[in-house]
């Protein structure tokens, strides 16, 4: 019998099990987390147990997950459909030896990193400036991978901004970049083109958007733009000096950037210092990945976690529910990262999966989630794993009473879904409220909360750069073991394609260049409704 059958006989003779019957055993809560150094990942509150774990840690050794983990850290090209490495952790651990097809590519990280602060530091002392003076703003140009990261960590580093502010504009809807360059001056805005490949028609657009707008207030346009990506023929041909390009390997895949080049508004914002932090939390992050035994190790956890929600006991969607508001836009992060990354359909070999590669990952801070969907998370029939993340302290000490209540809520929401109310606790507290009879059976039912309901808790100090890192780099892994264990390729995105494809063709005959003819008979008609009403 295959691990995979003998985790599903283990979950079928455990489902309707307590998962609070399992803190009889004192050290539950103990036994079933996982430390690197402050930070705490608590998966206690799930249903599994000893031979469940030991299940899902055959699972990962089948695999070979730890000879994956090798291959990847050493530049083989485990993205095989794109024949690639997937190096993106020699950008954050600069001291790497790393060679590629024979060439040690460590020289030119350390030079692009080095380039990079320079020029940070540049633009934040004000030796670099606009036409109208010190650079007062930064725009972010980029889409997926080339914005997510940096602008997901802009808002989770807030604490540490002392640059210029930045700016993000990915969707191509021109009512974004409208509204980001309205208030600002052209002649004190630098703007950085983030493209990995730099063919991007949503950036590519808003790239000439921002320069004809440039252009209407400054002489010399190209001199306030920036540019990263892997092709210095296309950023040179777009017009922008090979001093301003920060270029980086394709062995770096686009929602695996940040640690690089794409990272440089962040680190315009909070300085290279902060930003070195940042890329120190997650090459620690990196270290314990590869050398904490793997029932103590945070990613493969966390991963095989993952694997026993969703597709062991079947729950088709999982929440990342930061009880952080600076954290706001790490479930979008995390969308990309995960979905884009593992949600696919075939093996690295061709043949169709045996079983769905990944869920739905979505959520949404604490507390406002509770104010919103999680009627649905206590009392929806469908079960919905959560995942919590706590800082121990906020950022602001005036405000140290709004941080307990903050972890109160926290705490009490995991305990809420581990232990719910039964139908006698709630027609007790209905009784001392003076309800009997019918009415009381009636309104105690809807009161009732099954409970048994899994979570797990990241918890860390403080959200400090490093934290950040250690965070980013820890759902990096944990996409990488899911994926090693399902066996699929994380590295690739060819489900991207055909809506890329198919835009393109549409572009004419959305103008009326082009005929609908051929084209299906709703979009023929909705062709029709916007050439009519534009
Ligand atoms: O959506 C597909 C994708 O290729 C992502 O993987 C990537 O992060 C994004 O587009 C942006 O690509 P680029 O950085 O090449 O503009």
Not at 64 to 79: Q, S, T, Y
Not at 143 to 158: E, Y
Not at 182 to 207: G, R
Not at 223 to 252: C, H, K, L, N, Y
């Amino acid at each position: 019998m295959s691990v995979w059958q003998r985790l599903s006989f283990h979950h079928d003779r455990t489902r309707d099990r307590r998962i609070l019957d399992l803190f009889d055993d004192p050290k539950r809560a103990e036994g079933f987390s996982a430390r690197l150094g402050d930070m705490l990942f608590d998966y206690s509150k799930t249903n599994i147990d000893l031979a469940g774990r030991d299940l899902l840690l055959a699972l990962a050794e089948d695999a070979g997950v730890a000879a994956r983990r090798e291959a990847m850290f050493a530049g083989e090209p485990i993205n095989e459909t794109e024949g690639r490495a997937v190096l993106h952790t020699v950008l954050r651990n600069l001291d790497a030896s790393v060679v590629v097809d024979g060439t040690d590519v460590m020289p030119e990280v350390r030079d692009t990193h080095a380039r990079m602060v320079a020029f940070c530091k540049d633009v934040r002392s004000g030796a670099y400036t606009g036409q109208g003076g010190r650079i007062t703003d930064v725009v972010n140009i980029g889409i997926g991978g080339s914005d997510l990261g940096p602008a997901m960590a802009a808002i989770a580093l807030s604490p540490y901004a002392d640059g210029p502010r930045v700016h993000f504009v990915s969707n191509v809807d021109g009512a974004q970049i409208a509204e980001t360059l309205a208030p600002l001056d052209p002649t004190t805005t630098l703007v950085i083109v983030a493209s990995k490949t730099f063919t991007t028609i949503e950036t590519m657009t808003n790239a000439e958007t921002a320069r004809a707008w440039m252009k209407s207030a400054v002489d010399l346009p190209a001199m306030q733009f920036a540019a990263v990506s892997t092709s210095a023929e296309r950023t040179a041909a777009f017009g922008i000096t090979p001093e301003r390009v920060f270029g980086f390997a394709d062995w770096v895949g686009g929602r695996y950037s940040m640690w690089g080049p794409i990272g440089l508004s962040l680190m315009l914002s909070v300085g290279p210092e902060n930003f070195d932090a940042f890329l120190a939390g997650g090459a620690a992050m990196d270290a314990h990945f590869r050398t904490a035994p793997l029932s103590q190790n945070i990613p493969v956890m966390l991963a095989l976690v993952g694997i026993w929600h969703h597709q062991i006991c079947g729950h088709a969607t999982r929440a990342v529910l930061p009880y952080d508001q600076r954290l706001s836009r790490l479930p979008a992060y995390l969308q990309q990262l995960e979905m884009e990354s593992n949600g696919k359909r075939v093996a690295m070999d061709g043949a169709t999966l045996e079983r769905t590669a990944g869920p739905v990952v979505w959520g949404e801070p604490g507390t406002n989630g509770q104010h919103a969907f999680y009627q649905l998370i206590h009392q929806g029939q469908q079960v919905v794993p959560c995942e919590f993340l706590l800082a121990a302290q906020g950022h602001e000490p005036d405000l140290v009473r709004q941080h307990q209540l903050l972890v109160a809520n926290c705490l009490a929401q995991s305990e809420a879904l581990l232990r719910g109310r039964s139908l006698e606790e709630a027609t007790a507290r209905m009784a001392d409220q003076g309800l009997s009879g019918a009415e009381l059976d009636r309104q105690a039912r809807h009161r009732v909360f099954p409970g048994n309901r899994p979570s797990t808790t990241l918890i860390y100090p403080k959200l400090t750069p490093f934290v950040l890192g250690q965070i980013i780099a820890l759902y990096e892994h944990r996409v990488f073991v899911e994926g090693a264990i399902l066996g699929i390729n994380s590295y690739d995105q060819w489900g991207v394609e055909l809506g890329k494809e198919l835009a393109t063709a549409l572009g004419p005959v959305v103008t009326g260049e082009v005929s609908a003819e051929g084209k299906d008979g709703s979009t023929r008609a909705l062709v029709e409704f916007v050439r009519a009403h534009a």
